[in-house]
C-alpha cells in the first residue's frame, strides 16, 4: 500500500532551536496536513496545505507542500518546552485512494 | 463545545471477549473514521464512514466491525478480542471529503491480555 517516509524518527534538541523534520512519498498528493500529538491525547490538525509550491505559517511553525507533490517539509523556529511531542505528517487526495496516509510521526523532545 | 468524544478511555480485555468503543462528535461533520495508533506504525485506518448510512473498510480492518448508528455517532465492535489488538484506537471526523482535515478524540487505550 501506499507509505509515507517520515524523518527523523525522534528528536532531542535545546529549548530555542530550530526543528525541521519532513515527509516523503513515492505516490502524489492533493493535500498535506500536519498535526501534533501530545501525550494521552489525540493528534490537532496545525498545518494544511492544499497547493503544490505552497508555503504557509502558523506561529512559530512553518510548512511547506512540495513542487513535485510528494513530499512536505515542517519547520519549528526557537522551540520551547511546550513544543514537546509527537508529530505526523499526512497526505490525502492521491490518485489511488484519496484517503489520509499518516506517517510513523516524530517525536521530539525539548531540553528547557 | 466538546468536538470529538470517546468512550471509554481505558479498557482491559480477556481475549476472546467484545466489546464496543463509542464516539460522537458534535460538529455537524459528514464523515468519520476508526484508526488504531501502535508504536512505529504511524495512525492506521480501520474503518471509515463517507456519509450516514455508509461504511467502507480502512487499511487494517479484519477483525473488527462498525456502526454509523446516526450523523454523531459511530461504534467500532471487537466481537472476539486478541492481544493484537492491543493499542490505541482514535475516532475522527471530517466536515466533507475523506482527504480533508480530520479532528481527533482523545483516544481509547486497550489492552488485550
Known amino acids: 500500500g501506499q507509505q509515507l517516509n517520515q524523518s527523523p524518527q525522534s528528536m532531542f534538541i535545546q529549548e530555542g532551536e530550530d526543528v525541521s523534520m519532513n515527509c516523503t512519498s513515492s505516490?502524489?498528493?492533493?493535500?498535506w496536513l500536519w498535526y501534533k500529538q501530545d501525550p494521552g491525547e489525540g493528534p490537532v490538525l496545525l498545518i494544511a496545505?492544499?497547493?503544490?509550491?505552497e508555503l504557509t505559517s502558523n506561529g512559530r511553525l512553518t510548512a511547506q507542500f512540495g513542487i513535485t507533490r510528494k513530499d512536505s517539509f515542517l519547520n519549528i523556529s526557537a522551540s520551547i518546552p511546550s513544543d514537546v511531542g509527537i508529530y505526523f505528517c499526512?497526505?490525502?487526495?492521491?490518485?489511488?485512494?484519496?484517503?489520509?496516509?499518516f506517517g510513523q510521526g516524530t517525536t521530539l523532545q525539548v531540553k528547557p | 463545545n466538546a468536538g470529538v468524544t470517546q468512550t471509554p478511555k481505558f479498557q482491559v480485555l480477556k481475549t476472546g471477549q467484545s466489546m464496543t468503543l463509542q464516539c460522537a462528535q458534535d460538529?455537524?461533520?459528514?464523515?468519520m473514521y476508526w484508526y488504531r495508533q501502535d508504536p512505529g506504525m504511524g495512525l492506521r485506518l480501520i474503518y471509515y464512514?463517507?456519509?450516514?448510512?455508509?461504511?467502507d473498510k480502512g487499511e487494517v480492518p479484519n477483525g473488527y466491525n462498525v456502526s454509523r448508528l446516526n450523523k454523531r455517532e459511530f461504534s467500532l465492535r471487537l466481537e472476539s478480542a486478541a492481544p493484537s489488538q492491543t493499542s490505541v484506537y482514535f475516532c475522527?471526523?471530517?466536515?466533507?471529503?475523506?482527504?480533508?482535515?480530520?479532528?481527533f478524540g482523545n483516544g481509547t487505550r486497550l489492552t488485550v491480555t
Open positions: 475522527a471526523s471530517s466536515d466533507r471529503a475523506i482527504d480533508s482535515p480530520l479532528h
Open positions: 505516490s502524489i498528493f492533493n493535500t
Open positions: 496545505l492544499y497547493k503544490a509550491g
Open positions: 499526512a497526505g490525502g487526495g492521491s490518485s489511488n485512494t484519496g484517503k489520509l496516509i
Open positions: 460538529m455537524n461533520h459528514n464523515s
Open positions: 464512514s463517507a456519509s450516514e448510512g455508509t461504511t
